[in-house]
C-alpha cells in the first residue's frame, strides 16, 4: 500500500510541476495583459485558483509521507518522510500565506519555489519505494533485528 502512495506521490509531483509552469505563465500574463495600456491587472483569480489546486498536492504529500513514516520502519525512510513533511509544511503554509491575500502575493512569485520543490518529492518518492520494497522483502527478519544508528542501505 505505501508503495502505491510513494508511485502516486511520484506521478502527482511530476503533474504538479506540469501545472506550476501553467499557473506561472497564465497569473504572469494576467498580470502584465494590459500592462501598456495603463490598466495593470492583478491576477488575483488565477492566483487563487493555482493556490487551491496547490492546496490538493501538498495535502497528499503530507499524507504520503506520514503513511511512511508510520508503517516503513527503516531508518532511511524515517528520516526523509520527516524531512519530506517539513518541507511540505512549509510550502503548506506559504501556499496558505498566498491564498490569505492573492492580490499581495501573486503565483508568479511563489510558484518558482513550488517548481523547485517538485524535484525533492520525486527523489523522496523513489526512495520510498526502494524503501518499501526493501521493508517488505525483509518483513519479519527486519522488525526482529536490533536497529543501528546507522542509515540503512
Same mark, same amino acid.
Given at each position: 500500500? %505505501?508503495? !502505491?502512495f510513494y508511485i502516486s506521490s511520484l506521478v502527482l509531483s511530476v503533474l504538479f510541476s506540469i501545472i506550476v509552469l501553467y499557473y506561472i505563465d497564465s497569473v504572469a500574463s494576467a498580470r502584465y495583459m494590459n500592462w501598456y495600456s495603463g490598466y495593470y491587472g492583478s491576477g488575483? $483569480? &488565477?492566483? &487563487? &485558483? !493555482?493556490g487551491l489546486i496547490s492546496l490538493f498536492f501538498f495535502l497528499f504529500f503530507i499524507v504520503a509521507f506520514l503513511l511512511g513514516l508510520i508503517k516503513i520502519k527503516r531508518v532511511t525512510n524515517r @528520516?526523509? #518522510?520527516?524531512?519530506g513533511l517539513s518541507l511540505s509544511a512549509l510550502f503548506l503554509l506559504w501556499d496558505l500565506v498566498m491564498l490569505s491575500s492573492p492580490s499581495s502575493l501573486s503565483f508568479d512569485e511563489v510558484g518558482i519555489g513550488f517548481f523547485f520543490f517538485t524535484p525533492v518529492i520525486m527523489a523522496? #518518492?523513489? @526512495? $520510498?519505494?526502494?524503501? #518499501? %520494497?526493501r521493508f517488505k522483502r525483509q518483513g519479519v527478519l527486519y522488525k526482529q533485528k536490533v536497529e543501528s544508528d546507522l542509515l540503512d542501505s
Open positions: 500500500m %505505501n508503495k !502505491a488575483s $483569480g &488565477e492566483t &487563487e &485558483e !493555482a @528520516v526523509l #518522510s520527516i524531512i523522496f #518518492s523513489i @526512495v $520510498g519505494i526502494i524503501q #518499501s %520494497n
